[in-house]
């Protein structure tokens, strides 16, 4: 198979399906062809953030060739998958503009950062069998994004607007735009808010694992119910940033660490609102400094669901043989 | 005796009587006979209230059933307390009023994903024989007053004042109110702020360990000492808040995790301030929000106490064998 | 040696030995002369200043031996640095002047209290061999500020200001003042702010490690150039604020936890620039509540490193060797 065929090809080729491989692992699916797949679609949606993207990836997974981390590990994509979030996220709130060539700097010192907290963590967290999932990237772009501040003179950025702020005027709420904010809640996950995108990146997921795919429209779905309860800023419903948190741990429970079954997957349904509503009430409290919650909600409600005793837990595939379902 | 008695009867038995622990542990006592006495105050108080508790304590003992929880420790009333916890602080900083019935919504959700947050965090905890305490409570009343925010349209709720935030005009300090806030303190451990049931909540604890008694009342006088110390709001002193916290405080040393001693004793006191101290420092921070503090410095606090090395470690008694005293 | 002759002297001459360690210890050294050079750099920049230290590490000190703590520990000075950091931030930040008496109440209870987190914080860390280091003095000179907060009648203080803060007029960037601050950077590791005392502690920490010496300057300037880059404000270059972490975060990989090479010093770097980034962020985000960030960035850097798997692991000395380089 692939792997065995690129153990003979140059380093050039290895990094580039290890990258793959990292831009796959967003999404949790571990697929260097829908790695491909949804770079075009980012590429697609904007060539700067396909850029970023592309350099978190690579200079995160040669970070980690370089401070020599567990090789099978850096084959499998995980030193990527943090460096390209930290990398995405920093060019969406940049408001400097696209092409800000400066915005390397950080993207590259954040990238190669995520891999020291990816192994710390990974260290921290592995005495109960716990993956470092995404808490590196979370915790990079926050102290980022406060490092530099909204009125940085070298690195501006905006705010984030809490889902709880108040509409500036009483506008109806559109149905249509809230389903389109569900497919859009998968594309989110790369930090992209457009249409077309967003279903090349659900399709890269199906491609992986049609189950997977099943789930991340459904924690879409469940994502965009809790904002409707919780009455979150329209903007919110519409853009799929009130899906993406839901889509996230409905996918990490009900598709990645845990092998399917019914019971399985009323706790991905359980996890999907459980993630949803921490992502509005720690979005709420961020906000209030400006600071956006990026996937800290389903990251620790994955983490949760991770350690729950009972019978969820026989569920449970040791992270040492997670891969596809 | 009655656990054998009742293990031939009806679920419906079985069930009260684990929920009548439940509501008993959360002042860290374990009888059913307290845990009647005390929700006969919480009714004596407000029915409103009572109902809620209820309903919360039964809420998050059958989600345990439900989710395959171990059945002692749901037999023990361990996944009772911190659903009634959260349930009746739900409905203390609701704005909506008595009988809002939409509210019971939050309070079977709430009640529920404490099981989720109390099996994970025993898991997570148990590495250094910790308990989850009241941890589940503290998170999930946190991040449900963040979701909802001050004027949702569907759930509001009072925002929380700060100890340290300045009296409106100088009023001469009341000595008789601020005694009478230190009877009150017990009862504030369930939310409610009315000296007769608060009498009969102290007498449930002496009915369960007169010691026990004794260090909820001591504790009390601690934290309301603190809060003079720190020249605290007014309201803060005679409503019982700033003595709540030094109480379970002073009560999980004294009375619960550790043999009694003189030195225990002396422990015990020292964790009373501590927590005091504590809470009102993280009252004042998550105040800034318009978060409470909820019992967040005394469970920390006592978790503190048991990782403690030295002296104190002689007396502490295994997590598993804790019973009464 | 000294260890051994002190042994059959009396009580209060082990005292002042194992004081001066812990005087050390806050600079990562570990050697009573450094303590006592240090102690008189301090005694000099602030006589009441070098009061409060004194007093605060003696009575941790103390507390360690009352509440039975390891005498191992005791002797090698681990139960002071915490508390003399106490005692030193708690006169910085009081806005009631020098020799207000009344601060030896929180003086005293803060550095007994830091005990008591060392203790617990050990435990807890000892799953994964890290040390507890100065996290109970950041834990506690959180708690204290937010416990008193700026108005308090009893014992005031100055809100700290975030680096990230806006002048209040365009002034230029003065280079001698900026150059100044790196050697200012060690000083403010005792957080003082006058050069000749910073001079002095650096010539301890050189009597300790010249190795360690280059470390601490070396870091203090990576700091100022990571505050350059973010443009702070001048007022945090010219003090030293901005380098100390960088220089915290520089000894502990380069001189303290790790044996040197080529390759340790490179990391060094790397937990130099982190720590410094860290600080801002964390500054600025507790700067928005008034609280300053102390060397929490610096603490969890280190904590990383030490967690840290691949090439700089095999450089790792066990906590339990961890002495002199």
């Not at 915790?139 to 889902?163: E, S």
């Amino acid at each position: 198979n692939l792997d065995k065929y690129i153990k003979d090809k140059s380093f050039v080729l290895q990094l580039a399906v290890w990258g793959l491989r990292g831009v796959a692992r967003v999404i949790l699916a571990n697929n260097p062809l829908s790695g491909a797949v949804i770079l075009a679609a980012l590429y697609w949606a904007s060539p700067w953030q396909g850029l970023l993207g592309t350099l978190g990836v690579l200079a995160s997974t040669l970070t980690a060739v370089i401070i020599g981390q567990d090789s099978a590990e850096v084959a499998g994509g995980l030193h990527g998958f943090n460096g390209m979030l930290v990398s995405l996220l920093m060019g969406v709130f940049s408001s400097a503009g696209d092409w800000y060539w400066w915005l390397l700097v950080p993207v590259f010192l954040g990238s190669a950062t995520s891999v020291f907290l990816f192994s710390g963590l990974t260290t921290l967290l592995d005495n109960w069998d716990l993956p470092a999932a995404v808490f590196p990237f979370n915790i990079i772009i926050v102290l980022y994004l406060l490092c530099t501040g909204t009125n940085n003179p070298y690195f501006p950025h905006n705010p984030a607007m809490p889902p709880g702020a108040l509409e500036p005027n009483n506008t109806e709420l559109i149905a249509v735009e809230v389903i389109r904010g569900i497919p859009l809640g998968v594309g989110q996950i790369y930090a992209t808010g457009a249409l077309g995108p967003s279903l090349l990146i659900l399709g890269a997921v199906v491609l992986y694992s049609p189950l997977m795919g099943i789930h991340a429209v459904l924690g879409s779905a469940v994502g965009t119910l809790a904002g409707l309860s919780m009455a979150v800023r329209h903007e919110s419903l519409y853009s799929g940033l009130s899906g993406f948190n839901g889509a996230l741990g409905c996918m990490a429970v009900g598709g990645l660490f845990f092998t399917f079954s019914w019971r399985t997957f009323l706790f991905a349904i359980a996890s999907a609102f459980l993630s949803a509503y921490s992502d509005i009430a720690l979005s709420n409290l961020l906000g209030t400094v400006g600071l956006p919650a990026c996937s800290w909600a389903a990251t620790l409600t994955a983490t949760l669901m991770l350690l729950l005793t009972g019978s969820l837990k026989e569920y449970r595939i040791p992270i040492g043989q997670v891969k596809a379902p």
